[in-house]
């Protein structure tokens, strides 16, 4: 008999950096749990986002995540952690001084403690206070 997970679920070296995946894919298991357990999508959302894997993808994912529950949160943890020391590492090009377009912006977008949170000069440029 085979195992139905072992049908579904796949480890490679070098592939999704070793980390167990939805087979035949690149989706890693944990990027099931983060759409389903942290962004609160239902498995047929997830299916009807990415159509090339099925519900039985799906729920096998979910169900060795939860078989291998440490194991994969501590990679979460871990990936967690490199995002934030590549970006501390990389600053962002495109970031700059906000301007008052960016209170009008972040005022229409409701981000009213943005606006609340900056002063104008005279040039009409912004200085976070």
């Known amino acids: 008999m085979v195992a139905v997970i072992s049908e579904h679920i796949e480890i490679t070296p070098g592939v999704c950096g070793g980390k167990p ?7 890693r298991v944990q990027d099931v749990v983060i759409w389903h357990e942290h962004k609160g ?10 159509p090339t894997i099925t519900l039985s993808d799906v729920y096998a994912a979910l169900a060795y995540y939860h078989d291998h529950l440490e194991e994969i949160q501590q990679q979460m943890r871990e ?10 590492k990389t600053p962002s090009k495109v970031y700059h001084k906000p301007t008052r ?11 009213l403690f943005f606006c609340q949170s900056m002063s104008f000069n005279r040039e009409s440029t912004a200085e976070c206070d």
Do not use: T, W
């Open 21 to 27: 995946r939805i087979a035949g894919h690149r989706i």
């Open 41 to 50: 999508m239902s498995p047929d959302e997830i299916v009807s986002r990415y």
């Open 79 to 88: 990936s967690k952690a490199l995002v934030r020391e590549l970006q501390a």
């Open 101 to 111: 377009a960016h209170c009008v912006l972040g005022a229409i977008a409701g981000n």
